[in-house]
């Protein structure tokens, strides 16, 4: 099974600070990868898709990059609704694992 | 709009068994992949099983395999899981999760709010 393993696992940062998470796996996985926020009580929203596709409806200060084996999500310009948790997820062969997840914070 | 509904969690007693269902609305659920993905209190999202537009193709997380059998009725817009030999380690939120696209697996587009499935004695 195919490992993502994301840094840092945790990040604080400052309103309107650009931050970058980075998000490894363990073999190849070509440009099958999702990015997801996730909130508490909330559902995981998709912004990502094939490693750089922005999903509808996504602000475009999200945005994704990385093929093969390493990945990163960078938010430009941090918003107070951005703060939250962060997951990678493969889709190259099953099972479809996450990353541990990366947990924003506000500084 | 699309509408993703889970239901059937509960309070389970270890090696007890439960079915969630999913029932969607808002988009052609025959021409869909499925997912299920759990989150356990205070840790990280886990992929649990996925199923194929037709229910043909499942597959499974290694955690699950052998006691988990995801299925669908596209004639009830409906998907489900059935849990067998629940233990200790399946208690989490439930999540049935829409493919974004019918023919290429690319991500999760829609989410449903989960249903909660407590395994204890």
């Known amino acids: 099974a195919i490992q993502l393993t994301q840094s840092p696992s945790s990040l604080s940062a400052s309103v309107g600070d650009s931050v970058t998470i980075t998000c490894r796996a363990s073999q190849g996985i070509s440009g099958a990868l999702a990015w997801y926020q996730k909130k508490p009580g909330k559902a995981p929203n998709l912004l990502i898709y094939?490693?750089?596709s922005l999903q509808s409806g996504v602000p475009s200060r999200f945005s994704g990059t990385g093929s093969g084996t390493d990945f990163t999500l960078t938010i430009r310009s941090l918003q107070p609704e951005d703060f939250a948790t962060y997951y990678c997820?493969?889709?190259?062969?099953?099972?479809?694992?996450f990353g541990q997840g990366t947990n924003l914070e506000i500084k | 709009e699309v509408q993703l509904l889970e239901s059937g969690g509960g309070l389970v007693q270890p090696g007890g068994s439960l079915r969630l269902s999913c029932a969607a609305s808002g988009f052609t659920f025959p021409s869909y992949g499925m997912s299920w993905v759990r989150q356990a209190p205070g840790k990280g999202l886990e992929w649990v099983s996925g199923?194929?537009?037709?229910?043909?193709?499942?597959h499974y997380a290694d955690s699950v395999k052998g006691r988990f059998t995801i299925s669908r009725d596209n004639s009830k817009n409906t998907m489900y899981l059935q849990m067998n030999s629940l233990t200790a380690e399946d208690t989490a939120l439930y999540y049935c999760a829409k493919r974004l696209w019918s023919q290429h697996y690319s991500g999760h587009d829609y989410w449903g709010q989960g249903t909660l499935v407590t395994v204890s004695s």
């Open positions: 997820q493969q889709f190259n062969s099953f099972p479809h694992s």
């Open positions: 199923s194929s537009a037709s229910g043909a193709a499942t």
């Open positions: 094939d490693a750089s």
